[in-house]
């Protein structure tokens, strides 16, 4: 059963938030216990409403620990001649801004450096952070985790090779002109929004 009225993926998120981090620090059987419950509750809310299987759930839920945080995923803006540079995707064949999972202990500058080498074959250098959107307030479908989503103007530095694992056929593309998106990970307000980054260079960072 699924539904457009994204209020139950809220409530399980910081169900298991609760869940995560007091088990993290609790060391009472009992409370345990109750932890492990709450994890269970949010696990069958999601389930239940996103018409996933409960098994699949409890274990991604099973596999995070310690202090819950969001997530950061991070995501390179490159502009030439006017047009923004997007990879197609070929989990979905939809296309998005290159970038993905910042990695433990990696600097974002880096982190959306590498992905954007790898993705688009090019040598860049971060030069601005330009927006820290929360994903659940920017179009985003259901996702089981918290994640904030950096967005890092970049700009070309040299060539390189591209390794591809996950995207192909990286385009440059005119505003109102992008082909249909991969919506678990760009949306057409954030397309749209760094338009407007490209239109106004002193405009500072948005967040939220």
Request: aromatic share 12%; hydrophobic share 35%.
């Amino acid at each position: 059963m699924e539904t457009t009225d994204r209020t139950w993926l809220e409530w399980a998120q910081r169900l298991q938030a609760v869940a995560q981090s007091g088990l993290a620090y609790c060391s009472n059987v009992y409370d345990i216990e109750r932890y492990h419950q709450i994890s269970n509750i949010a696990a069958e809310i999601v389930a239940h409403y996103g018409d996933a299987d409960l098994s699949v759930v409890h274990g991604l839920f099973a596999s995070q620990s310690g202090y819950a945080t969001p997530k950061i995923d991070c995501r390179g803006v490159i502009f030439q001649d006017e047009k923004l540079l997007l990879v197609r995707e070929l989990a979905d064949g939809g296309w998005t801004l290159p970038g993905g999972w910042v990695d433990v202990g990696e600097p974002l500058s880096k982190a959306v450096e590498r992905e954007v080498r790898e993705e688009y074959g090019y040598l860049i250098k971060a030069s601005r952070l330009l927006a820290v959107y929360d994903r659940n307030l920017h179009g985003h479908p259901p996702y089981l985790f918290h994640s904030y989503k950096l967005f890092v103007q970049c700009e070309v530095i040299g060539k390189t090779e591209a390794d591809p694992t996950e995207t192909a056929e990286p385009t440059f593309y005119a505003e109102g002109d992008f082909p249909p998106l991969s919506l678990l990970r760009t949306t057409p307000e954030e397309i749209s929004r760094m338009f407007t980054f490209l239109r106004q260079p002193d405009k500072p960072a948005e967040f939220d």
